[in-house]
């Protein structure tokens, strides 16, 4: 096991509202010269890749010093965007060209109305803008989709629109819930979701590009994804460093279980121990849940997501129909 990548949250704000979204909206940015210390300190301890996302990157105020220094110090990087603003993000990133690997744009149909009533009027056209910059600029990029009930059925044309956009592949993953409402409206059901996962294998072996899921059900039991593997560490805009991005500042959530260490005060070091610690605890947990054929244990993420404490809405009447109730 050794570390390999970073993922950094640079900020917590965002100019988009997707219902789904698992990140409560806040309004700190990541403290450059704590990054540049855990840039530094990663490095030592093996890392050679960072991911950037947030919140939306495009609205950190010291991009550029962050892309020339992750340069700098020898790192390649992605970034994952929702494109609104790639017109802003384009010169930063070709000017570093040569340590960026990919960028990742966040789409939720190959259909503009679609993709537009979940992320916003011209949120479409601009990743569609941001997919062609990229391909005259030749920087490789891919689509990032949650799978949801919304869309789980054009998996192909998702597929089809990133091989004629020139873009290098598609990741699905599933949908993440974060209240009893959304859940019930836009989760696929365990059948649904092995039918989406098998269709990702199908799609990838047809087009000429790459399909892949994200923390399937079918993936090895024991090491299931790069996190829980211990490759991959997330660093939280606060400076925090969480069992995976995915969990930090979860939405609704009051539970911090996935917080390992506060890099305001010790050093990369000593949290990463933290970080190991806890990802085998979670790997093991995982395992006892699935010999015991506990059904959420099939589907890592929604296992993690349960099993830290993201979801205390569970079983409670969400706010809104309290109200309407009352
Ligand atoms: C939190 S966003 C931050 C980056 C940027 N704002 C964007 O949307 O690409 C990172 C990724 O998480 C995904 N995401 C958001 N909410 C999710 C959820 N409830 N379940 C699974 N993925 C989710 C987004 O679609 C995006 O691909
Ligand atoms: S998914 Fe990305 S763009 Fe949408 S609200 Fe969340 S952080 Fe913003
Ligand atoms: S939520 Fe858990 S299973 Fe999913 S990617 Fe993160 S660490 Fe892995």
Not at 97 to 116: G, I, M, N, T, Y
Not at 156 to 177: C, D, I, N, W, Y
């Amino acid at each position: 096991m050794s570390l390999k990548k970073l993922v950094v949250e640079l900020t917590n704000i965002c100019n988009l509202q997707c219902d789904y979204c698992f990140k409560e909206a806040g309004t700190s940015h990541l403290d450059i010269g704590l990054l540049q210390r855990l840039l530094e300190e990663a490095r030592s301890w093996g890392a050679s890749k960072v991911t950037y996302t947030g919140g939306e990157i495009a609205l950190y105020p010291q991009l550029e010093e962050v892309f020339q220094r992750t340069a700098a110090l020898g790192y390649r990087y992605a970034v994952v965007t929702n494109g609104w603003h790639f017109d802003r993000l384009l010169p930063l990133l070709s000017r570093t060209r040569s340590a960026l690997k990919h960028v990742f744009f966040s789409l939720d149909s190959a259909s503009e109305p679609q993709h537009d009533s979940v992320r916003g009027k011209g949120s479409y056209r601009r990743i569609m803008g941001g997919a062609t910059s990229c391909v005259e600029h030749n920087l490789p990029f891919s689509f990032l989709v949650v799978v949801n009930q919304r869309n789980y059925q054009e998996m192909q044309s998702l597929a089809e629109l990133v091989s004629r956009l020139g873009g290098k592949g598609v990741t699905f993953g599933h949908m993440l819930p974060t209240s009893n409402t959304l859940d019930q409206q836009l989760s696929l059901t365990d059948q649904q979701r092995r039918s989406a996962e098998a269709e990702s294998r199908r799609l990838n072996g047809l087009l000429d590009i790459i399909v892949s899921f994200s923390a399937s059900a079918t993936n090895e039991g024991s090491v299931c994804c790069e996190p829980l593997a211990g490759r991959t560490v997330s660093v939280d805009c606060r400076g925090r460093v969480s069992l995976c991005c995915q969990l930090a500042d979860y939405r609704g959530s009051t539970n911090r279980k996935d917080i390992v260490a506060d890099l305001n005060v010790v050093t990369f070091g000593t949290a990463y121990a933290g970080f190991l610690s806890l990802a085998l605890q979670q790997r093991m947990r995982r395992n006892n849940a699935l010999l015991s054929g506990d059904p959420m244990a099939k589907h890592p993420c929604d296992f993690c997501v349960s099993t830290m404490g993201k979801t205390e809405w569970r079983g409670k009447l969400d706010p809104a129909y309290t109200t309407a109730g009352a």
